[in-house]
Nanobody, 118 residues
Framework: QVQFVESGGDSVQPGGSLRLSCTAS????????MNWYRQAPGKERELLTS????????YVADSVKGRFNVSRDDAKNTMFLEMRSLKSEDAAVYFC???????????WGQGTQVTVSS
């Protein structure tokens, strides 16, 4: 069963930094492109960044460009999101998932909450 577990969310002040982790299971992690998303209250889920199975970053949303960086450790089935210069508008629940959404890959994890306030 494909599963995604996000962690690392916290409450930080504006300008602060956080590192999120995404641990996946149930599939051959290294063979799949992975995405980070976020969803703020009352807003649609937003795709933030994508990284291929070979570690090539193929997409970064304008809203986080220059502040967020994605990486992965295939030996640990884990993807990371380094976030810096956090703003109030970055507050959201952050999710990870494979870029592929075919059969068996439709489920989402619980997400991890990021709060940015002074």
């Amino acid at each position: 069963q494909v599963q995604f577990v996000e962690s690392g969310g916290d409450s930080v002040q504006p300008g602060g930094s956080l590192r999120l982790s995404c641990t996946a299971s149930g599939f051959i992690f290294s063979e799949y492109s992975m995405n980070w998303y976020r969803q703020a209250p009352g807003k649609e889920r937003e795709l933030l960044t994508s990284i291929t199975g070979r570690g090539v970053i193929t997409y970064v949303a304008d809203s986080v460009k220059g502040r967020f960086n994605v990486s992965r450790d295939d030996a640990k089935n884990t993807m990371f999101l380094e976030m810096r210069s956090l703003k109030s508008e970055d507050a959201a629940v952050y999710f990870c998932k494979t870029a592929y959404s075919g059969p068996g890959f439709n489920s989402w994890g619980q997400g991890t909450q990021v709060t940015v306030s002074s």
